[in-house]
């Protein structure tokens, strides 16, 4: 079983690009989440989606969004990037329904560097 | 607020030594879920391990076991006899109840160990 895919795995931005990052779960996950790592603020969640609709968010700014299609696929999108945004975002995707297990599958994320 | 604290930034031991990454959480809810996630440098986080709140039964999966107080809420974890392999960054987190479902996690800062031949 194929586990969970993100692409691309490394990329280099300069300051006001923005950056879209995609993930692919595991076939048949339908809730994907996406966390944010930096070795000041450790793991952070950004926002969680089930379904197509999101379903929880963290506290980031605006400028941090994302969405999920039909197929489950998410992607997450960074606008008028600064130097702070440098991080691994690492996508995680879970079986879940309504319920809460927490048994996410991670991918082994983008590395985004913002010079 | 949820929170969790890795108090041990990072352990280095030797091949064959025991070595217990300690994990202390907070929370108000009187439903949660914690857990042990392992990064290796590969990046991505591997599951260990899942316990909920209303199970305080220690748990043993082979050298790894678990140790979960409520009472001093904080959730243990001891790998028996370290092999290099067990070098990685290990994570504690806590699941948050939230309305309708979620699968967000609140992590620890996490607990670097190396294991030395």
């Known amino acids: 079983k194929a586990g969970v895919t993100q692409t691309p795995r490394y990329l280099i931005k300069t300051r006001g690009q923005q950056v879209t990052l995609s993930c692919s779960p595991i076939?048949?996950?339908?809730?994907v989440s996406w966390y944010q790592q930096t070795p000041g603020q450790g793991l952070q969640f950004l926002f969680e989606?089930?379904?197509?609709?999101?379903?929880n968010k963290g506290n980031f700014p605006g400028r941090f969004s994302g969405r999920q299609f039909s197929n489950s696929r998410s992607e997450m999108n960074v606008s008028t990037l600064e130097l702070g945004d440098s991080a691994l975002y690492l996508c995680?995707?879970?079986?879940?329904?309504?319920?809460?297990?927490?048994?996410?599958?991670f991918g082994e994320g983008s590395r985004l560097t913002v010079l | 607020a949820q929170k969790v604290t890795q108090a041990q930034t990072e352990i280095s031991v030797v091949e064959k030594e025991d070595v217990t990454l300690d994990c202390v959480y907070e929370?108000?809810?009187?439903?949660?879920?914690l857990f042990w996630y392992k990064q290796p440098p590969s990046g991505e986080l591997v599951f260990l391990i899942r316990r909920n709140s209303f199970d305080e039964q220690n748990e043993i999966s082979g050298r790894y076991s678990w140790n979960f107080q409520k009472s001093t809420s904080s959730f243990n974890f001891t790998i028996t006899a370290s092999q290099v392999v067990d070098s990685a960054v290990y994570f504690c987190a806590l699941s948050e109840a939230t309305r309708g479902g979620s699968e967000k996690l609140v992590f620890g800062k996490g607990t670097k160990l190396t294991v030395n031949p």
């Open positions: 989606y089930f379904s197509e609709t999101q379903r």
């Open positions: 929370t108000r809810d009187t439903t949660y879920y």
């Open positions: 076939s048949g996950h339908r809730s």
């Open positions: 995680a995707s879970s079986p879940a329904g309504t319920g809460q297990t927490g048994e996410l599958f």
